[in-house]
């Protein structure tokens, strides 16, 4: 894949990402206020995300790492590649707490917005990253 081909589908979807993390976060503060219907669906956005983020991990394993790569080296690459492996942890930990009915509701929405805070400013180092890698590759 063409670096501004992969540039412009990582684009794409931290926009659907940023949108599904606004929501969930409305939703988790919903929650962590009592409202019990918010509760329910933070349980199914949070499932949705989760299948929507592991797609998005496997197309920058598959094509962003090995661009990193080549442009900033491999302990870079490497450091990426690290890093995807510790969202799906750390997501399917989260939501793995989202699902115990015997947690603490506002313990769970803080983890919520602690790990949404963390992918926010994950995908704005990484689309710096991307601006710089896509200019050296074409340079
Ligand atoms: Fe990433
Ligand atoms: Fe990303």
Same mark, same amino acid.
């Given at each position: 894949?063409? !670096?501004?081909?992969? $540039?412009?589908?990582?684009?794409?979807?931290?926009?659907? *990402?940023?949108?599904? /993390?606004?929501?969930?976060?409305?939703?988790?503060?919903?929650?962590?206020?009592?409202?019990?219907?918010? /509760?329910? $669906? /933070?349980?199914?956005?949070?499932?949705? %995300?989760?299948?929507? &983020?592991?797609?998005?991990?496997?197309?920058?394993?598959?094509? &962003?790492? !090995?661009?990193?790569?080549?442009?900033?080296?491999?302990?870079?690459? $490497?450091? %990426?590649?690290?890093?995807?492996?510790?969202?799906? %942890?750390?997501?399917?930990?989260?939501?793995?707490?989202?699902?115990?009915?015997?947690? !603490?509701?506002?313990?769970?929405?803080?983890?919520?917005?602690?790990?949404?805070? /963390?992918?926010?400013?994950?995908?704005?180092?990484?689309?710096?990253? *991307?601006?710089?890698?896509?200019?050296?590759?074409?340079?």
């Amino acid at each position: 894949m063409h !670096p501004s081909e992969i $540039q412009e589908r990582v684009l794409l979807d931290h926009e659907n *990402l940023r949108t599904r /993390l606004a929501m969930i976060e409305s939703l988790s503060q919903r929650a962590g206020d009592g409202e019990v219907y918010a /509760l329910d $669906q /933070l349980r199914d956005r949070g499932d949705e %995300l989760c299948r929507k &983020l592991g797609r998005h991990l496997d197309l920058e394993d598959l094509h &962003l790492v !090995p661009l990193i790569q080549e442009t900033r080296g491999r302990e870079a690459a $490497q450091q %990426l590649a690290a890093e995807h492996r510790e969202q799906r %942890l750390l997501f399917d930990f989260v939501l793995d707490r989202l699902r115990d009915a015997k947690r !603490p509701t506002r313990l769970i929405c803080r983890e919520m917005q602690a790990f949404i805070d /963390l992918l926010r400013d994950d995908m704005d180092l990484e689309e710096e990253e *991307l601006v710089l890698a896509a200019e050296n590759a074409s340079a």
